[in-house]
């Protein structure tokens, strides 16, 4: 953005007043910058994305061979991290973190866990979006008879229990499209998900879910925009339904529809991790830090790291991701500092 | 007023039936049966089993069976006792109904959830029974804890806007909405129930027989040494949405007309903040109570699972995997009335908390 001097004239002084006139794009980052929280949250989100795009290089072990003989072994350190470890623990110092219960790397599978995390932080967000602005852009836009059917199918799915019905549509999915015939379509789909280790079915269970609030929120900043006057100006101009819907309504609301999207990214690693823990997740061995937790949490008596480690990395994503989030929506709306 | 709530009703109705019928559809979409094994059973075997079950018919006619099990009332006759009263039939597998009584030899019978086919000798109203009150007792203390925890911080940090409170509070609360109960669940069991033994790990401290079939007969420590652990865990999240929606909500309360003038006609501090801020700031609070409400009963299902909880969780999950219809149907259409009268219960606590609210 090339930024434009305006020169101002003060009122009392009569002093020459140099103002530069930003974007608000640019006035936003600014603002989103000078949150030191929003900061921290932003770089540790850049620092998992790395963390996940270059698992390969960081993690020391791979993720899925097991050494049977070295099985709940952990380091020296953690023994006297975990005191009530000292009398059955077999040290080592092999792994980082440990070993778990068929001798994989921890460290290794928490490196290769974040790219489930990251990936679902990611996607989710875009198919809840597209989903959800388009619906609700459309039943906004037009107004009237359909308008009011597209609402209420959403005030119907809204109903639905949401952490069951994502239960329901993953075993669906899950066994569906399990053993299905070389060719057809549920083939390409489930050689897709084995091939993404049983994210795709994760990231369609979220996505059949996660749009409703998204077109509400739409909808109901259409209608607000589409009577404004600029609306009608394009109108009167000759500009059509779909120029005015991408060109005037849309850029003015994409503010909040970002805000929210971004406060849901943890909402959505909840789902992902809640799916994992109790086996409808990922398709194993792919870690994922839900069944990691799951894992983990069946020997927590015994060896409390296996569960503990990853839930810190979940938790430090978390934070992350909220703190970015309420960052992103005091910079792009100060008028909502504090709500939510 | 009244019309509101007929035409609520009515929706509600509407709401549930499309939900019983995505459900349907969807379950009976899953590949497999309640009756495949690995090692398949003799056709003649399967054949008796699914004609017991009516699993031969049509989808349309099952379905239609299902919502006529469930919604119908039945009125039936009980026979004379001798010694004055009446002889009630001891319920079956096929005759189980939710709801039971009789006037006078006249026995009225409602909701029959139907068999459950992975225990043949429980029905859905048996698994309800001994398991939904674990599930409602969490569900209702991590609530309470919700409330206790969240609404005080929220107001705390709204009264004193940018002072060391408001800070504390808020951290408090960015803290709470980043653990979700998989990452605080095993890091409170590790600290609290195995490093320093205070809480039991595992288990649940109330036993049927139930107050009124829900609430726990031992309101006492021992419930609470179990059930304060899963609640915190389950509730700490929606306790910090609460905080954060008071402060904002209460802060934009205290700057309104009618609380000036409350001041100005010389009200003690206390008052003006108790009975004109309060209550209307908490508005926005009830509204999420609904979602909220829902959130933690579906929550719970997690959480029993971390906690060793014999609550529904376990056989919702089962249940699918199992192909168990009726169990499916019954947990979500359960969850889903529960959804629809949690809302239904707002609208009218806005009309009690903000007397502008009128429904006609």
Known sequence: ?340 | MGRYFVRRLLWMMLVLFVVSAITFGLMHAVPGGPFSREKALPQEILDNLNARYHLDEPLVVQYARYLYDVMIPRFSLLEKDPDGGYIKPIPSLVDDFVIRFNIGAVEFKWMNFGPSYASRSRTVNDVFKQQLPVSFQLGMMSLGFALLLGVPMGILAALKQNTIWDYLGMSVAIFGVSVPVIVLGPILVWIFGVSLKWLPPTGWGSQPPYVLGLFPSNLGPEFFKYAIMPSVALGLVSSASIARLTRASLLQVIREDYIRTARAKGLMERLVITRHALKNSLIPVVTILGPLFAALVTGTFITEQIFGIPGMGKYFVTSITNRDYPVIMGTILLYAILLVVANVFVDLMYAYLDPRIRYD
Do not use: C
């Not at chain 1, 009577?227 to 005037?248: L, P, Q, S, Y």
């Open chain 1, 1 to 340: 953005m090339s930024a434009q001097t305006g020169v101002l004239k003060a009122g009392a002084g009569g002093m020459p007043l140099t103002m530069k006139r930003e974007s608000l794009t640019a006035d936003a980052f600014r603002r989103l910058i000078r949150n030191r929280a929003a900061v921290v949250g932003g770089l540790i989100v850049l620092l998992l994305a790395l963390i996940a795009i270059f698992a390969g290089q960081i993690a020391p072990k791979s993720y899925e061979v097991q050494v049977l003989i070295d099985n709940n072994k952990v380091p020296a350190w953690m023994v006297s991290l975990f005191s009530s470890m000292a009398p059955y623990a077999k040290t080592t110092t092999d792994y980082l973190l440990g070993a778990d219960y068929v001798g994989r790397d921890l460290f290794s599978r928490l490196v290769y866990g974040s790219r489930v995390s990251l990936s679902v932080a990611f996607i989710g967000p875009i198919i809840s979006l597209l989903i959800g602005v388009v619906y609700g852009s459309i039943s906004g836009f037009f107004g009237g008879r359909a308008d009011n059917l597209m609402m209420r199918i959403v005030d119907v799915l809204y109903a639905f229990p949401t952490l069951l019905f994502v239960i329901l549509l993953m075993a669906f999915f899950r066994s569906t499209f399990a053993k299905p015939d070389p060719g057809s379509f549920a083939y390409g789909l489930s050689q897709l998900d084995a091939r993404m280790g049983g994210m795709l079915f994760i990231f369609m269970g979220i996505g059949f879910t996660a749009w409703e609030t998204m077109a509400r929120l739409t909808r109901g900043q259409v209608l607000s925009v589409r009577e404004k006057e600029f609306v009608e100006a394009a109108r009167t101009v000759g500009a059509g339904n779909g120029r005015i819907m991408f060109r005037h309504i849309l850029p003015n609301i994409v503010g909040p529809l970002v805000v929210f999207e971004s406060l849901s990214i943890p909402t959505y690693i909840t789902f992902e991790a809640f799916l994992s823990y109790i086996g409808l997740g990922v398709n194993p061995p792919t870690p994922s830090w839900g069944s990691m937790i799951a894992e983990g949490g069946s020997v927590i008596r015994t060896y409390p790291n296996q569960a503990v480690f990853p839930a810190l990395a979940l938790a430090i994503t978390m934070f992350a991701f909220n703190f970015l989030g309420d960052g992103l929506r005091d910079a792009l709306d100060p008028r909502l500092r504090g709500t939510q």
